[in-house]
Antibody, heavy 120, light 110 residues
Framework: QVQMMQSGGGVAQPGTSLRVSCVGSGFNFNKYAMHWVRQAPGKGLEWVAVISYDGRNKFYGDSVEGRLTISRDNSKNELNLQMNSLRPDDTAVYYCARDRAGYSSAFDIWGQGIPVTVSS | QSVLTQPPSASGTPGQRISISCSGDFANIAANSVTWYQQLPGTAPRLLIY???QRPSGVADRFSGSKSGTSASLAISGLQSEDEADYYCAAWDDNLHGPVFGGGTKLTVL
């Protein structure tokens, strides 16, 4: 069964760090670019970051550049998002998603979502 | 403020056909394929339409997409109660080097 299972997240104070992860199964993880997308409470979808299939190329949304870092370990089928210098407006449900066609807006497999709350 | 513009709400009665619009510019919709997602309450988004008008396997043919210039639309025919959800459009943006989303349209089936 093709799926992605997420873990991590939780509650953090402003200025601290948190990590969310995602493990893919049922498909060749190392052939796909992968994204992180987040959704603040009651709000729409916001793209966070993308990493190429081999991990060599990474792009970030303006609001997270320099604070959030995307990475992957293809030997473990694992995708990670390291979140540093957290701010209250980083509070959201974070989703990992598989890009069906290189770099695109079409994400065909999504994780279940992990909530991250940044509050003092 | 989202890069792509969608109406915040839409509604229809069972069996009706409705359409949801998505407006962008030359850096996103005009230059790249449009994607549509359906999000039921408390769940992850689901890919509904990709490459402007293609349906993944498992998506009912009641859902269709189209694109013209800097705009796109999602049509749902034979509206059903289970179609009540939030719908998002998306497209890669050449200026931002990443995908951009619309603000979402909440569909109510009356």
């Amino acid at each position: 069964q093709v799926q992605m299972m997420q873990s991590g997240g939780g509650v953090a104070q402003p200025g601290t760090s948190l990590r969310v992860s995602c493990v893919g199964s049922g498909f060749n993880f190392n052939k796909y670019a992968m994204h992180w997308v987040r959704q603040a409470p009651g709000k729409g979808l916001e793209w966070v970051a993308v990493i190429s299939y081999d991990g060599r190329n990474k792009f970030y949304g303006d609001s997270v550049e320099g604070r959030l870092t995307i990475s992957r370990d293809n030997s473990k089928n694992e995708l990670n998002l390291q979140m540093n210098s957290l701010r209250p407006d980083d509070t959201a449900v974070y989703y990992c998603a598989r890009d069906r066609a290189g770099y695109s807006s079409a994400f065909d497999i999504w994780g279940q979502g992990i909530p991250v709350t940044v509050s003092s | 403020q989202s890069v792509l513009t969608q109406p915040p709400s839409a509604s229809g009665t069972p069996g009706q056909r409705i359409s949801i619009s998505c407006s962008g510019d030359f850096a996103n919709i005009a230059a790249n394929s449009v994607t549509w997602y359906q999000q039921l309450p408390g769940t992850a988004p689901r890919l509904l339409i990709y490459s402007n008008d293609q349906r993944p396997s498992g998506v009912a043919d009641r859902f269709s997409g189209s694109k013209s210039g800097t705009s796109a639309s999602l049509a749902i025919s034979g509206l059903q109660s289970e179609d009540e959800a939030d719908y998002y459009c998306a497209a890669w943006d050449d200026n931002l080097h990443g995908p951009v989303f619309g603000g979402g349209t909440k569909l109510t089936v009356l």
